[in-house]
């Protein structure tokens, strides 16, 4: 199934939302379409729909329902994140250009977690899958004698 | 007449026993003035016999210390005697033992004193040539431990500017830390992330 997600942050806000949307199941009944409609966007609407086709569970079945939210749950929780440090603050418009310099490099799209170091100076570390890259100014040495 | 007879009787028998009895105590009398006699004889026996046993010992020592101080004498005169005679033949004896051995001797020095130079020349010989192995030997160790001590002279230098660079290395970061954020701009942050990808991306980390 690919990916919507764009960070980790996107991930939990979309988890939060599936789980009102759990609670709420016995109340709405056949209004279930527009429950759906009402919590998520229209993408992740289409995620959890294919999602629940993939995974060939009946949706409007509360039971198989609970139990698909369940499973779901566990397979975004386990989605690699991507984890990159940067020197600066950036703008929401340069973060948006960051994810493409990224996803122009992977095969799927693959979530961010962002965080922030000003010690790098400049460039990035990266964290994917237990590895660990450092392409940083911090890293570099400025001074040597060698 | 019957009635008399019996007490008479009765006395004349009491006093035949009482004659009995002190002739009995007579005789006890004069065998024990017998014993008395012979008991002083005894004595003045012993007594004369003790004295001339004491005088006979006495004069048994006198002669036989007059007998010892006559051998002492006599055995000191032949022992005068005999070490004289025996210190004039051990002199004659010394003086030619001497003779003999003083021409041995002066024989025996000429040899050695020979013998004792070319020993000295052959210890000559083989202490100088002991002598230059181990000044040989000495040069090494001294150009072995001078190699040693260069090597740890060069060994603490490397390390001191390492630690120095390392600090320097510290001291500098910290500053570009503090003062290049201000001197680096957002498009220059961003071309600095899309290297870093393109590293990444190089590096296989997002296989």
């Known amino acids: 199934m690919e990916n919507i997600f764009s960070t980790q942050d996107e991930i939990y806000t979309f988890i939060e939302k599936v789980e009102r949307l759990e609670k709420d199941i016995y109340k709405i009944g056949d209004?279930?379409?527009k429950t759906l409609n009402?919590?998520?966007?229209e993408t992740e609407k289409n995620y959890l729909m294919s999602y629940f086709v993939d995974a060939n569970i009946n949706y409007k079945d509360p039971e198989s329902f609970v139990?698909?939210?369940k499973f779901l749950r566990e397979y975004l929780i386990n989605i690699p994140i991507l984890t990159v440090h940067l020197a600066f603050m950036p703008s929401f418009e340069l973060l948006g250009r960051m994810f493409s310099y990224i996803n122009?490099?992977?095969?799927?799209?693959?979530p961010l977690k962002i965080k922030y170091d000003p010690s790098l100076i400049a460039g990035a570390t990266f964290e994917y899958k237990?590895?660990?890259?450092?392409?940083?100014?911090?890293?570099?040495?400025?001074?040597?004698?060698k | 007449m019957?009635?008399?007879?019996?007490?008479l009787l009765i006395t004349s028998f009491d006093l035949l026993i009482l004659i009995l009895i002190l002739f009995y105590w007579g005789f006890l009398l004069l065998k024990e003035k017998k014993l008395n006699a012979r008991k002083r004889k005894i004595n003045e026996e012993y007594t004369e016999i003790v004295k001339k046993a004491h005088d006979k010992a006495n004069r048994i020592i006198e002669k036989s210390e007059y007998i010892s101080k006559a051998l002492e004498e006599s055995a000191n005169q032949t022992f005068l005697e005999v070490l004289d005679g025996l210190k004039s033949s051990s002199t004659n004896f010394y003086s030619r033992i001497e003779q003999k051995y003083e021409q041995q001797?002066?024989?025996?020095?000429?040899?050695?004193?020979?013998?004792?130079?070319?020993?000295?020349?052959?210890f000559s010989k083989i202490y100088r040539q002991n002598l230059s192995v181990m000044q040989e030997d000495m040069k090494k160790t001294?150009?072995?431990?001078?190699?040693?001590?260069?090597?740890?002279v060069k060994k603490y230098k490397q390390e001191k500017l390492d630690n120095i660079d390392s600090m320097l290395h510290e001291k500098i970061n910290a500053l570009a830390t503090k003062l290049l954020p201000d001197f680096i701009s957002i498009s220059d942050h961003e071309e600095m992330f899309k290297k870093a990808v393109e590293e990444a991306k190089k590096e296989g980390l997002f296989n």
């Open chain 1, 38 to 41: 009402s919590y998520l966007s």
């Open chain 1, 31 to 33: 209004a279930f379409g």
């Open chain 2, 2 to 7: 019957n009635n008399n007879f019996l007490p």
């Open chain 2, 105 to 122: 001797n002066l024989d025996v020095i000429n040899q050695v004193s020979h013998k004792n130079s070319k020993d000295l020349e052959e």
């Open chain 2, 142 to 152: 001294i150009n072995k431990e001078l190699e040693s001590s260069v090597e740890e």
């Open chain 1, 67 to 69: 139990k698909g939210i």
């Open chain 1, 130 to 145: 237990g590895v660990f890259k450092d392409f940083s100014i911090k890293k570099q040495n400025l001074y040597s004698n």
């Open chain 1, 104 to 110: 122009e490099s992977t095969t799927e799209k693959v």
